[in-house]
Nanobody, 124 residues
Framework: QVQLVESGGGLVQPGGSLRLSCLASGSIFGIYTMGWYRQAPGKQRELVATITTLGNTNYADSVKDRASISMNNAKDTVTLQMNSLKFDDTAVYYC??????????????????WGKGTLVTVSS
């Protein structure tokens, strides 16, 4: 099992910046991808950005020009830096991690883990 704990978030003014961090603990040796998803009120959860242990990154089109995701050398912390925040960035941001080598409850390879989420509110 992997536990994910997010930190950061809160109230940010339009045009401001945010920095979210997520610490993974437990059986982290099999983690391949970590990243961030978000869910705005009344909308589905969507990708923000992910990074693999090989350093490959993926960004949503809506943030790719103003976001940067990184992973520490210990491969247990992922950090998201976002600038030029907009009202549309208001959402609960969830940390995500996957372990392709773990077996899920259905006996299939691949387990996804989620944090509890942290609220980011962009408001003046």
């Amino acid at each position: 099992q992997v536990q994910l704990v997010e930190s950061g978030g809160g109230l940010v003014q339009p045009g401001g910046s945010l920095r979210l961090s997520c610490l993974a603990s437990g059986s982290i040796f099999g983690i391949y991808t970590m990243g961030w998803y978000r869910q705005a009120p009344g909308k589905q959860r969507e990708l923000v950005a992910t990074i693999t242990t090989l350093g490959n990154t993926n960004y949503a089109d809506s943030v790719k020009d103003r976001a940067s995701i990184s992973m520490n050398n210990a491969k247990d912390t992922v950090t998201l830096q976002m600038n030029s925040l907009k009202f549309d960035d208001t959402a609960v941001y969830y940390c995500y991690a996957d372990d392709p080598g773990a077996i899920n409850s259905q006996g299939v390879y691949g387990v996804d883990y989620w944090g509890k989420g942290t609220l980011v509110t962009v408001s003046s």
